[in-house]
């Protein structure tokens, strides 16, 4: 029985945390602080769109440094394996190659790996930047409607 009335309390109090959240601003006094927050989040607006605008123009360098970084760790990696079955023929210094062949595709093959991290962090920077700039969006249609709802309260002078 306490249970009940402890999750029914809970809900209540939080049906009307939400329902008092929901329009933070609602008199004439509160404009200036309306004011205040609709510029801060344009603000943030503009900086969430420069830095979206930057990491989308760098994504094509991301971008075709992994692709170099793959077609160079293929390339190395035919010559390893060229130089590989070369050195089956017993000859030391043909194994030496091959063993500096087969170091050096290793090293191209994590560089190509590191290339294409860094092309997802770099999706993954854009794919947030673009959730930020959505909810500020959202926030400030929020501050339009709180905006004219106060203004719909002002009488209007004849």
């Known amino acids: ?14 049906g009307f945390s939400v329902s008092t959240y929901a329009q933070k601003y609602k008199s004439p006094a509160d404009t200036g602080k309306l004011n205040v927050e609709y510029a801060k989040v344009q603000n943030n607006i503009a900086d969430l769109t420069a830095k979206l605008n930057t990491a ?18 293929q390339t190395a990696a035919a010559t390893s394996d060229t130089s590989a079955t070369k050195a089956r023929s017993g000859n030391l210094q043909d194994s030496k190659d091959a063993k500096k062949n087969a170091d050096d595709a290793y090293n191209r093959a994590k560089d190509a790996r590191t290339a294409n991290d860094n092309v997802g962090k770099q999706n993954e920077k854009i794919r947030k930047l ?11 249609k929020d501050l339009d409607v709180m905006r004219a709802a106060i203004y719909a309260q002002i009488p209007v002078k004849q």
Do not use: C, H, W
């Not at 673009?130 to 926030?139: H, M, N, Y």
């Open 56 to 73: 989308q123009s760098g994504l094509p360098g991301y971008q075709t440094k992994a692709v170099n970084a793959g077609n160079n760790a």
């Open 1 to 14: 029985m306490k249970f009940i009335y402890y999750v029914l309390s809970t809900v209540v109090l939080l």
């Open 130 to 140: 673009t959730d930020d700039l959505k909810e500020q969006r959202q926030r400030l």
